[in-house]
């Protein structure tokens, strides 16, 4: 599900010519589905990564 709603998400995005931002914690293995669907890692903090995906 969590894919799906990403997927539309970036769809939205794309049309819009927008740039999608999220954060996400390092324990969180969450961010494997982001890097996967294409985010990239700007930047990096303590304990989490601020991740962004251009269309």
């Known amino acids: 599900m969590?894919?799906?709603i990403l997927k539309n998400i970036i769809q939205e995005a794309t049309l819009s010519n927008k740039t999608v931002s999220l954060s996400v914690l390092k324990s969180n293995t969450a961010q494997d589905l982001?890097?996967?669907m294409g985010f990239k890692i700007?930047?990096?903090e303590e304990s989490s990564?601020?991740?962004k995906y251009y269309s």
Do not use: I
């Open 2 to 4: 969590g894919r799906f």
């Open 49 to 51: 990564y601020l991740m």
């Open 42 to 44: 700007v930047a990096e």
């Open 34 to 36: 982001y890097l996967n």
